[in-house]
C-alpha cells in the first residue's frame, strides 16, 4: 500500500524535527523528495535504502542551481505513489507555513491519493525564539502575524499598511530581497522609524547570525553583516528582547536586560 507524507523537518537543526518525522524517515520512506532548505544532518536520518531526491526551488535565483517547477513536483509524488511507494515529501520548517502544503494536497486529491500531514516547527516563530525572541508578550503585543516578504507568487503584495497598523508582531518570511522596500512602505504607513526590529538568518544552525535595531536602520544593518537568505525579520517591540549587541536603540526602546 502506497503513502504519502508531507512533512516538515522544523527550522534546521535536526533535533528540532519532530520524533514523528524522524521515525517516518528513519523506518518508512522510500522516496524522499527534499527541500533546499532540509539539511544535510536531517537528510542523514533518511533509512539508506531510500531515494532521496532534491527538488529545490531556489535554483531559480541561485544561478547553476536547477529549479524545479511545482507541478513536475506534483506529478513526482503521483507516479511514486502510484507505483505504491512510501513518498515523503520533505520540507523546511511546516510544509503549510508558505510550504505549498495545501497545493500540494489539493493536487494529491485531484489525483485520488491522499497525504498524511506531519507538522513542523515553523521558522517564523521557532527561529524567534532561538534567537531570544518571544513572537508574543503580553507586556508588548496581543498577537503575531506571518506574512511573506515577496510580491507576486499568485497572491500579490501583502497589505503592508494594514500590517502596520495591525499593533501585531510582524514576522516576515523571505524578506531580505526586498527589505528596503517593505521598511520604507511600513514606515510610510505610519509604524515610527524607531520600531524595534530584527533579522536572523540560518537560524538554529550552527551558522545562525542575527542583528536588531530600528526598524528604519535594519537594511543598513543587514547588509553590514552581510546576513543572506534563509532569514526571517521580527518587527515589533519584542525584536528588542533579541540575544545580541544593542544597536541604535532608542533610549526606552532597549528592553532586552
Ligand atoms: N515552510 C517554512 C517556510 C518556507 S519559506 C516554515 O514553515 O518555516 C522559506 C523562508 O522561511 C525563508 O526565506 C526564510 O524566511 C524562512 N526560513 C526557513 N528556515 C529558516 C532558518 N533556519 N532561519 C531563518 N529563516 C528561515
Not at 526551488?57 to 503521483?78: E, N, Y
Request: charged share 20%; hydrophobic share 50%; proline share 6%.
Amino acid at each position: 500500500m502506497s503513502k504519502i507524507y508531507l512533512i516538515g523537518a522544523g527550522p534546521g537543526a535536526a533535533d528540532l524535527l519532530t520524533l514523528r518525522a524522524a521515525k517516518i524517515l528513519a523506518d518508512e520512506a522510500e522516496i524522499v523528495l527534499a527541500d533546499d532548505l532540509v539539511s544535510a544532518e536531517i537528510l542523514a536520518l533518511v533509512r539508506p535504502a531510500a531515494r532521496v531526491l532534491k527538488v529545490g526551488k531556489r535554483g531559480g535565483k541561485a544561478p547553476g542551481r536547477p529549479h524545479t517547477p511545482q507541478d513536475f513536483i506534483h506529478r513526482l509524488m503521483v507516479r511514486y505513489a502510484r507505483r505504491g511507494r512510501t513518498v515523503v515529501r520533505l520540507k523546511g520548517g511546516d510544509p503549510c507555513v508558505f510550504g505549498r502544503g495545501g497545493e500540494e494536497v489539493e493536487a494529491l486529491a485531484a489525483a485520488g491519493l491522499e497525504a498524511e500531514v506531519v507538522p513542523g516547527l515553523t521558522a517564523g516563530i521557532a527561529v524567534p525564539a532561538a534567537a531570544g525572541i518571544p513572537v508574543t508578550h503580553r507586556a508588548y503585543t496581543h498577537g503575531v502575524t506571518l506574512v511573506t516578504g515577496t510580491a507576486g507568487d499568485g497572491c500579490g503584495e501583502p497589505n503592508w499598511a494594514a500590517l502596520a497598523q495591525s499593533g501585531t508582531t510582524l514576522v516576515i518570511y523571505m524578506g531580505l530581497a526586498r527589505l528596503l522596500n517593505i521598511v520604507a512602505r511600513l514606515i510610510a504607513a505610519g509604524l515610527p522609524p524607531d520600531t524595534p526590529a530584527a533579522a536572523i538568518a540560518s537560524g538554529t544552525l550552527a551558522a545562525q547570525r542575527q542583528v536588531k535595531g530600528r526598524l528604519a536602520d535594519l537594511p543598513a544593518l543587514v547588509a553590514a553583516e552581510g546576513l543572506a537568505s534563509p532569514a526571517i525579520v521580527v518587527v515589533g517591540e519584542v525584536a528588542a528582547l533579541a540575544r545580541v549587541e544593542s544597536l541604535d536603540l532608542p533610549a526606552g526602546r532597549a528592553l532586552a536586560a
